[in-house]
């Protein structure tokens, strides 16, 4: 079987995979890094969503070998040394989660949400959100989350400056 | 800030293991030499297998045993939950529903073989290596055709499609017909209620495991009542003694009823680990979920409402066709009956009700519980029919409700339809829908919308549900074969902590943190020192599960019977530790004094006291400290609310925008506003879905059109808007001991009829005649309406 390397949340990994072996189950199932999560099988609902490179990609949409030489962020990369992100955190603190299963995905498209525009509106959040699906939330809470979360990094960044 | 007790919005402790990919779902473990299971499912509606052989597949690379349905030949079939007796006294009808097609298949989906492999991608290689000829026969999809005479059918034994036909309340049938003739104005509307496929984000899973040296069977699955699954598995399917099975249910990726019944591939799990002596795990993909994962709603209603010329409602009949799908599955017969036909008197005062409802087997995928589960439909049709009377009578739809509202003093008010509501005031929720939907504003914004060519309406529905399910002599009598109690165990440790095992189970409810708010609250110590026990047959005592918005109502109700017991208990060894009379014993803040004084031992001096009973009043009461109680409620309880939904219709597309949402609801004493919140946030976004985006479609032949989320429209971030939601409006339930009446389902209920009725309000009241437009209001359905009410 083909070897794939990777570095996943900072630690470089390698595995073998077949080639139809998809990036989320070798997340999954080879490191064990079950946070990143399988929710439907035609790249829709986003539960699946990690960073490649620094870009918000569904993970069951690539093969494993396709992400080879990459650097990988998953959901259990987001926290650091055991405190919560500012959008992890907002998430909490507004309720912007129910049963928790597409929650990595919403968090990683948060995160990049933020990263590319630091001030969304209702509507630019509403929009970018549109590849990830909630059941439980009816997305208000998911919504004023990430306006929390842009609003609190926006005032970091003030006071840094 | 602190975590408070009850009414406080305690962050959700759960959070952060969800949060940083620590979650523990069903399909997150694997057990040691664990195999893997792929359904071979009919790809065909109904059909009868003419050639099954396994032969070449058993050769394919890793595969361990492929089963057909002769391995189960000495295994039940999977039970239904409720037995309904049709109006003539008869039961209804009950044909088998085996783990693997006993020689027919009869829906797309129906699972014909199982491939037990070393990996996932080995067992679906051997599977499309399995030689498979089905002899296709006509499919039955559309009720009505279903009952035609000479109609195929889906089950040759039954004799007939129809499960059963139904009548309530049956000896108000004569009177209703004649109400309904000798009305001075009678409003008809003919409504599809539309097939729903539930969709909780985390797909089914199960993995059965078999310990052969004491013969004992573990079920990890995604259930909303481990208990419930163990109970109908073992008893009625495999076989096997509550004591012999272990059922766990862990972190579940919610549910919306779907997760509440025993499905095939559970039983086939836990059977096919003892038959290949190695783990066996199954993980539904989406697509499978689509034809294997209950569906819900699915009616076909045509609702009749009696007026006078004012408007005061004088009779209603209603007339209902109920898809049950192929099979029964486990609460299936009760939704269309025992959850809706109880629910058609609404919020209102009418007089004279009948309900007919005719359940009907079709080649499709089993239809079943569903968020709100026969409430909604029943909810749908009333507030749908009350809009119409009102058009037709040139009354302010928010009037004529007001004008048929049960009143405040009328409580406890007994309907025509067997249920008797216990409190609520329904003019106090629609006067804070008013207030916060802006109603006073309306005029102004839909001249503004009408400046742009556009059409705005402001849809009104009003709602009441059944909940906290359920009374066990009323729901026994009425054919349920379970009890509906829930169980709690409080388990207090030496040093003050204290365990809460409970049969309620969370999948995004938040149990974890509101429990130990209601427990907190009870002794006045801070909620950190409590957690939560759920999920696990082999920890909780019991449980009845979660479901129906039961879990606080009923759950939370066993919990406080518990901590009752603790309390007295902990007096008792207080009294004791003071030397003073148990009666004077008071409980605050952590501490136990004696009345009148300044002497006090701290909660923890009780519980050591408990452990180490070296100073304790041994000859009175044992040691220790933990309890067990079983809550069954006297009656439902009954939220209820006023909803408003706001929309912008484009006549030239079709295209609806939905532009605002409020919601009034009285769910009685709240225990975490943050989490009833976001409980009706998800409620209504589920409902606008239904009504806008929805809909699971068959063609003629019984393929399953909507097989996936490319052609199942999915509620997205953009179809739905900001939410206003108010709980203030609180008559307290009055007979459970929180007052508190369940709010999970109610989004899902209330938003339906209010979206419909936003739409119709615009687009007749731009001038545009339209009745009715059957869910969901898609652009194209919009659009044809408009064009046929223009030509």
């Known amino acids: 079987m083909p070897q794939v390397s990777m570095t996943v949340n900072g630690r470089k990994v390698t595995g073998e995979v077949e080639g139809r072996t998809l990036l989320v189950d070798f997340l999954r199932e080879g490191l064990r890094l079950t946070g990143t999560h399988v929710g439907c099988d035609t790249a829709q609902c986003g539960a699946c969503v990690v960073h490649v490179d620094g870009r918000s990609v569904k993970a069951c949409n690539i093969f494993a070998l396709e992400a080879d030489g990459t650097e990988v962020t998953t959901i259990e990369g987001i926290a650091k040394d055991g405190a919560l992100s500012v959008v992890q955190a907002a998430f909490q603190t507004h309720h912007g989660l129910q049963c928790g299963f597409c929650t990595p995905g919403m968090v990683m498209t948060a995160t990049s949400l933020l990263a590319e525009n630091p001030d969304p509106s209702e509507a630019e959040?509403?929009?970018?959100?549109?590849?990830?699906?909630?059941?439980?939330?009816?997305?208000?809470?998911?919504?004023?989350?990430?306006?929390a979360a842009a609003t609190e990094l926006g005032a970091a960044r003030v006071a840094a400056e | 800030m602190p975590d408070g007790g009850i009414g406080a919005s305690n962050k959700r402790r759960e959070d952060v293991r969800f949060l940083t990919g620590k979650g523990r779902y069903t399909d997150d473990f694997n057990r040691p030499d664990q195999t893997y299971v792929w359904f071979l499912r009919s790809d065909v509606a109904h059909g009868r297998i003419r050639k099954l052989d396994i032969s070449a597949a058993e050769q394919m690379p890793g595969v361990v045993k492929i089963f057909t349905a002769a391995d189960f030949a000495s295994a039940g079939g999977i039970p239904a939950g409720w037995m309904v007796t049709d109006r003539f006294g008869q039961p209804m009808k009950e044909p088998k529903h085996p783990i693997l097609a006993e020689?027919?298949?009869?829906?797309?989906?129906?699972?014909?073989?199982?491939?037990?492999?070393?990996?996932?991608?080995?067992?679906?290689?051997?599977?499309?290596?399995?030689?498979?000829?089905?002899e296709e026969l006509p499919a039955v999809v559309d009720m009505r055709?279903?009952?035609?005479?000479?109609?195929?059918?889906?089950?040759?034994?039954?004799?007939?499609?129809?499960?059963?036909?139904?009548?309530?309340?049956?000896?108000?049938?004569?009177?209703?017909?004649?109400?309904?003739?000798?009305?001075?104005?009678?409003?008809?509307?003919?409504?599809?209620?539309?097939?729903?496929?539930?969709?909780?984000?985390?797909?089914?899973?199960?993995?059965?495991?078999?310990?052969?040296?004491?013969?004992?069977?573990?079920?990890?699955t995604t259930s909303q009542n481990p208990h419930v699954i163990r109970l109908l598995m073992g008893a009625f399917v495999l076989g096997i003694p509550e004591q012999k099975l272990r059922v766990v249910a862990p972190d579940v990726g919610g549910g919306f009823g779907s997760k509440i019944f025993h499905y095939a591939e559970e039983a086939f799990v836990t059977a096919a680990a003892k038959a290949?002596?190695?783990?066996?795990?199954?993980?539904?993909?989406?697509?499978?979920?689509?034809?294997?994962?209950?569906?819900?709603?699915?009616?076909?209603?045509?609702?009749?409402?009696?007026?006078?010329?004012?408007?005061?409602?004088?009779?209603?009949?209603?007339?209902?066709?109920?898809?049950?799908?192929?099979?029964?599955?486990?609460?299936?017969?009760?939704?269309?009956?025992y959850l809706h036909g109880t629910l058609m008197a609404g919020n209102y005062t009418t007089p004279l009700i009948y309900v007919n409802v005719r359940a009907v087997f079709t080649n499709t995928v089993p239809v079943d519980a569903y968020r709100g589960a026969?409430?909604?439909?029943?909810?749908?049709?009333?507030?749908?029919?009350?809009?119409?009377?009102?058009?037709?009578?040139?009354?302010?739809?928010?009037?004529?409700?007001?004008?048929n509202f049960v009143k405040p003093d009328q409580y406890p008010y007994q309907t025509p339809v067997a249920v008797n509501y216990d409190t609520g005031n329904y003019d106090a929720t629609m006067d804070k829908l008013v207030e916060i939907a802006d109603v006073a504003g309306f005029p102004a914004r839909k001249a503004e919308s009408a400046a742009r060519g556009k059409l705005r309406g402001l849809g009104i529905s009003s709602y009441i549900e059944a909940c906290g399910i359920a009374p066990s002599n009323l729901v026994g009598q009425l054919g349920a074969r379970a009890g509906l109690y829930e169980a709690a165990t409080v388990r207090v440790n030496p040093t003050g902590g204290i365990t809460v095992f409970t049969g309620s189970h969370s999948h995004g409810q938040g149990h974890e943190t509101t429990f130990p708010q209601v427990v907190a609250s009870m002794l006045g110590i801070d909620p950190g020192q409590i957690e939560i026990s759920h999920g696990d047959t082999a920890k909780v005592p019991f449980g009845m599960g979660t479901y129906g918005s039961r879990s606080l109502a009923v759950g939370g109700s066993a919990i406080v019977k518990a901590m009752d017991k603790i309390i007295a208990k902990a007096k008792k060894i207080a009294a004791h530790l003071m030397e003073a009379s148990e009666a004077d014993i008071e409980l605050k803040d952590g501490r136990f004094s004696v009345a009148g004084t300044d002497r006090s031992v701290a909660w923890t001096d009780v519980t050591l006291a408990a452990y180490v009973p070296h100073n304790y009043p041994l000859e009175q009461i044992e040691p220790g400290l933990e309890e067990t109680a079983f809550y069954d409620p006297s009656n439902f309880t009954y939220p209820a609310g006023c909803y408003a939904c706001e929309v912008e219709v484009d006549p030239e597309t079709g295209v609806v925008s939905v532009l605002g949402f409020a919601a009034a609801d009285d769910f009685g004493?709240?225990?975490?506003?943050?989490?009833?919140?976001?409980?009706?946030?998800?409620?209504?976004?589920?409902?606008?879905?239904?009504?806008?985006?929805?809909?699971?479609?068959?063609?003629?032949?019984?393929?399953?059109v909507t097989g996936s989320y490319m052609d199942y429209a999915m509620p997205r971030s953009n179809d739905v808007p900001s939410y206003k939601v108010d709980h203030s409006c609180v008559t307290p339930c009055t007979h459970n001991p929180l007052g508190v009446k369940g709010c999970g389902e109610a989004g899902a209920i209330g938003s339906p009829p209010a979206f419909v009725n936003a739409v119709l309000d615009a687009l007749n009241g731009g001038g545009i005649a339209v009745d009715h437009i059957n869910m969901p209001l898609t652009p194209s359905r919009v659009w044809a309406a408009i064009q046929a009410a223009r030509a």
């Open chain 2, 145 to 220: 055709a279903a009952l035609a005479d000479g109609a195929s059918l889906v089950h040759e034994e039954a004799g007939t499609n129809l499960c059963y036909d139904w009548g309530f309340v049956e000896d108000n049938r004569d009177a209703v017909d004649a109400a309904i003739k000798a009305a001075p104005h009678v409003t008809t509307l003919e409504l599809v209620n539309n097939r729903l496929v539930p969709n909780a984000m985390e797909p089914r899973a199960a993995i059965g495991e078999y310990d052969a040296a004491d013969d004992q069977h573990t079920l990890y």
């Open chain 2, 669 to 704: 004493n709240v225990v975490n506003p943050m989490i009833v919140e976001g409980q009706v946030h998800g409620g209504i976004a589920q409902g606008i879905g239904q009504a806008m985006l929805e809909a699971a479609g068959y063609d003629a032949d019984g393929q399953l």
């Open chain 1, 125 to 147: 959040i509403r929009e970018y959100l549109e590849g990830n699906i909630c059941r439980c939330t009816g997305y208000h809470n998911i919504v004023k989350a990430i306006r």
């Open chain 2, 374 to 403: 026969g409430r909604p439909e029943a909810t749908f049709q009333l507030e749908r029919v009350v809009d119409k009377a009102a058009r037709e009578l040139g009354i302010d739809p928010i009037e004529i409700r007001r004008k």
């Open chain 2, 103 to 134: 020689g027919k298949v009869r829906h797309v989906g129906d699972p014909i073989a199982a491939v037990v492999a070393e990996t996932r991608a080995q067992a679906r290689d051997a599977a499309e290596a399995i030689e498979l000829d089905i």
């Open chain 2, 276 to 337: 290949v002596g190695r783990p066996v795990k199954w993980t539904s993909t989406r697509s499978e979920a689509f034809m294997s994962d209950a569906h819900g709603r699915d009616h076909v209603t045509r609702i009749e409402l009696a007026t006078d010329l004012q408007g005061k409602f004088l009779a209603i009949r209603s007339t209902t066709l109920a898809n049950m799908g192929a099979y029964l599955s486990t609460f299936a017969p009760s939704i269309p009956t």
